[in-house]
């Protein structure tokens, strides 16, 4: 039976045409697998009900619908070497037909599709185009950007002063920030121990720091930076790869 075939019979219950049952939801033909109908409707088959050979048929049928579906495509494979900044390399791919780029270079891994649907232009001319940000998040996820300890001391120090001028206590608001308690956090977060797992760090904050007095998610509060790998790939062989790929006949440099 192919995947056409499936797609052709008629639903389970159906009353229409030959007489079926739900133990032989499709009456049996000479193959075993199929039989007449004369319904659009889609159907599911009851592999259940089907033998071993049956099922390895029907196996075989579908696995040769995939592979003659599967495609080939020939396309160029750049290797890039700046042996002038620190002995930096990387293997690109850039396929406009299914839209794939991937490298795999001395900073990391970085791959993404951006099928021909989501892009007006080459794909070559694509790429030229992006910048660090969409490029990193669209290539490396929620690994573009990493919790960053000077950046969060920073913030959080920033943060208590803010809060000791926006709110500070007075006669007539005990509940705002005295000079001494914002000496006490402040003091705090300069001596805090920020080089740890950026969970443990915010677990510790929202103790110490009594979040709830500042109505903010310490979490939230974490500072965070553009992975390294990802700085280092687009300085050093990003633009090393763009160059090429604008030498390539048809796009513009």
């Known amino acids: ?45 009851n592999v259940v009900s089907l033998s071993p050979e049956q099922l390895k048929a029907l196996k075989d049928e579908w696995h040769q619908e995939f592979v003659r579906e599967m495609s080939r495509t020939r396309t160029t494979v750049y290797k890039i070497r700046d042996k002038t900044a620190f002995d930096s390399w990387g293997v690109f791919v850039a396929d406009d037909t299914t839209g794939l780029f991937a490298a795999n270079t001395s900073y990391g891994s970085f791959s993404h599709i951006w099928p021909c649907a989501h892009r007006s232009q080459h794909l070559h001319s694509f790429l030229a185009d992006l910048n660090r940000g969409y490029f990193g998040k669209k290539t490396m996820g929620t690994r573009a950007k990493v919790y960053s300890p000077e950046r969060s001391k920073k913030m959080w120090c920033q943060r208590i002063l803010e809060e000791r001028a926006q709110w500070p206590e007075t006669p007539a608001r005990t509940d705002g920030m005295s000079r001494d308690r914002a000496r006490e956090l402040y003091g705090y977060v300069k001596r805090f121990d920020w080089h740890r797992e950026p969970h443990d760090v915010a677990r510790d904050l929202y103790e110490g720091l009594h979040c709830d007095f500042f109505g903010a998610d310490c979490e939230a509060l974490i500072a965070e930076e553009p992975n390294p790998q990802l700085v280092l790939f687009w300085d050093r062989l990003w633009p090393l790869f763009i160059e090429q790929l604008q030498q390539e006949k048809g796009v513009a440099a």
């Open 1 to 45: 039976m192919t995947m056409k075939q499936i797609s052709e019979q008629r639903p389970l219950g159906n009353t229409t045409g030959p007489e079926t049952s739900p133990t032989n939801p499709v009456p049996p033909t000479e193959s075993g697998l199929s039989g007449p109908n004369t319904s659009t409707e889609p159907m599911f088959i």
